[in-house]
């Protein structure tokens, strides 16, 4: 029974932890009383009952043919265990034998006659493990011998690592400093905005950020990956904050401003922006500002609006909206006025606040993409990942060794996520060569297809129709392949008792075949 247990324990503790979001990345399994508590509602367990009945068996026998989940199980009782050594309860913070063996409900003795046969041998394949798989660890345990020998694992990988009430007090310096969720902040780009922390920490964490700062400025950029909202003050108080899960998109038609409210499937509110002088209010539901009375916007590189950010790249087209404010602006810059508001143009040597100084290494490069508010992309249409350098990368889990120039994405129907070690995942959607897929075309740019430019779609605003058929799908030696001219091809298809070859790789072509 006890095996059992474990499995279904390392394996929660695999889903939770070592995720695709985390390959690449350092990973810092946080198991507290919080952790076992939530795991126990999720398996319909007593805590109590579930720790008992993990010591009821004292003999879990390993070999190479065991489970990792049986493994990652061990690995979380072990730092279950570490992570109550802070609370004395009339042992040292010290003492961890006594901390195991207490959540067990075991004796010493069977303890030590455990971790003598089988403890080396849990934690070497846990490290062999996360290295096979792409899972950093910032503080291996060096094996010693003699006093601790076997207590040492926990110990070191527990002493550094910050507990989930240090990270939730420390999210509280998110939402001081106008953080929200989901963000694409890179780790550099938060700190430059948190700064060194200084209220609201446990005595724990304080120790912690103290003797190894960069050490937790990692687990901190990790915890905020995957920030939820969730934070405590410093009288324990747990509250959550608002997803800032809406995109807010800026317009002009004609002489008039639009600002569109939208979620991640389409347009919940619009607001004119003149005559409208309280924006405040008409965004608070929606929205959490970043910087007091200011939104910045970016130019959309494939339609003619802005989307709202929190930083502008040096060449980037942007536009801020001054709520409810005169301050923070040049009057040779307003755009428009709206009362008390404005919306004013930007340039990094005017505005350097508002720009970033890191360059990120990659950027996402042409595509048939067929929504405004989306990241769809038509399939064998999708964009080129354009890397300053080598570097691996992951899709949907799996990694691919990325080389500096255009690399091809292979993603087929569906959502799939690309991972670059150090920020946010991308979300992309690819959907099939189906015409009831495809957004009003008279809402939408027209496409060109570029083959000097690594054969990709590109926007065009000047041809005002699809231009250039001969989009080839690439193959693994870079090259691409196809039958007969593509001229050929197209008048083939035109005939309608000329049916498209199989594996035609040119979208343009198959489209024809839809619509017939």
Same mark, same amino acid.
């Given at each position: 029974m006890t095996a059992r247990l474990l499995y279904n324990l390392g394996d929660y503790v695999r889903k939770y932890f070592f995720t695709d979001e985390k390959k690449g990345e350092y990973v810092y399994p946080i198991i507290d009383s919080s952790f076992i508590n939530q795991y126990c509602h999720y398996a319909g367990l007593e805590?109590?009952?579930?720790?008992? /009945?993990?010591?009821?068996?004292?003999?879990?026998?390993?070999?190479?043919?065991?489970?990792?989940?049986?493994?990652?199980?061990?690995?979380?009782? %072990?730092?279950?265990?570490?992570?109550?050594?802070?609370?004395?309860? *009339?042992?040292?913070?010290?003492?961890?034998?006594? !901390?195991?063996?207490?959540?067990?409900?075991?004796?010493?003795?069977?303890?030590?006659?455990?971790?003598?046969?089988?403890?080396?041998?849990?934690? /070497? !394949?846990?490290?062999?493990?996360?290295?096979?798989?792409?899972?950093?660890?910032? +503080?291996?345990?060096?094996?010693?011998?003699?006093?601790?020998?076997? @207590? %040492?694992?926990?110990?070191?990988?527990?002493?550094?690592?910050?507990?989930?009430?240090?990270?939730?007090?420390?999210?509280?310096?998110?939402?001081?400093? *106008?953080? @929200?969720?989901?963000?694409?902040?890179s780790q550099d780009e938060l700190w430059n905005i948190l700064g060194f922390p200084s209220n609201n920490l446990t005595n724990r964490a304080r120790r912690i950020i103290e003797s190894s700062w960069g050490s937790a400025k990692k687990q901190i950029f990790q915890y905020y990956l995957s920030w939820d909202g969730e934070y405590s003050d410093a009288r324990k108080a747990t509250k959550r904050a608002e997803k800032s899960s809406c995109i807010l998109r800026l317009s002009q038609e004609e002489d008039e401003w639009i600002l569109d409210?939208? +979620?991640?499937?389409?347009? @919940?509110?619009?607001?004119?922006?003149?005559?409208?002088?309280?924006?405040? +209010?008409?965004?608070?539901?929606?929205?959490?500002?970043?910087?007091?009375?200011?939104?910045?916007?970016?130019?959309?590189?494939?339609?003619?609006?802005?989307?709202?950010? !929190?930083?502008?790249?040096?060449?980037d087209e942007g536009i801020a909206l001054f709520v409810n404010t005169s301050k923070g602006f040049h009057e040779q810059d307003v755009i428009q006025r709206f009362g008390m508001n404005a919306l004013v143009k930007l340039n990094p040597k005017r505005y350097p606040q508002f720009y970033t100084t890191e360059k990120r290494p990659y950027r996402l490069y042409g595509g048939l993409r067929i929504s405004r508010d989306m990241p769809n992309y038509l399939l064998d249409a999708p964009p080129i990942l354009d890397l300053d350098k080598d570097l691996r990368f992951y899709i949907d889990d799996k990694p691919y060794q990325g080389l500096s120039g255009y690399n091809r994405l292979p993603l087929g129907i569906g959502v799939h996520k690309i991972k670059i070690p150090g920020y946010k995942s991308i979300g992309i959607h690819i959907v099939d060569h189906d015409i009831k897929d495809f957004a009003p075309w008279n809402d939408n740019p027209r496409w060109l297809v570029d083959n000097k430019k690594a054969r990709v779609w590109d926007v065009d605003f000047q041809q005002g129709q699809i231009v250039g058929l001969d989009y080839h799908a690439y193959s693994s030696n870079g090259t691409a392949s196809s039958t007969g001219s593509v001229l050929y091809r197209w008048c083939k298809a035109q005939q309608s008792n000329k049916a498209i070859q199989t594996g035609e790789p040119n979208v343009a072509i198959r489209m024809l075949n839809i619509q017939k």
């Open positions: 805590k109590s009952n579930f720790l008992l /009945s993990l010591g009821h068996d004292k003999a879990v026998f390993l070999t190479d043919d065991s489970p990792i989940e049986v493994v990652l199980g061990i690995i979380a009782i %072990q730092l279950y265990a570490a992570s109550k050594m802070e609370n004395a309860d *009339g042992f040292t913070a010290a003492n961890y034998r006594q !901390r195991i063996c207490e959540c067990l409900g075991i004796d010493t003795s069977d303890w030590q006659n455990w971790v003598k046969d089988n403890q080396d041998y849990v934690w /070497s !394949r846990y490290y062999a493990w996360c290295e096979d798989e792409s899972f950093l660890i910032d +503080n291996p345990c060096r094996s010693r011998e003699g006093k601790d020998r076997y @207590v %040492q694992y926990p110990k070191v990988h527990s002493a550094q690592v910050l507990n989930r009430e240090d990270l939730k007090r420390f999210a509280a310096e998110f939402i001081a400093k *106008g953080i @929200v969720p989901n963000e694409d902040l409210i939208c +979620n991640e499937i389409q347009r @919940v509110k619009q607001i004119p922006l003149f005559p409208l002088t309280n924006i405040l +209010n008409e965004l608070k539901p929606y929205y959490t500002f970043k910087r007091p009375n200011t939104i910045l916007f970016e130019k959309d590189p494939l339609y003619e609006d802005y989307t709202e950010t !929190r930083y502008l790249n040096e060449n």
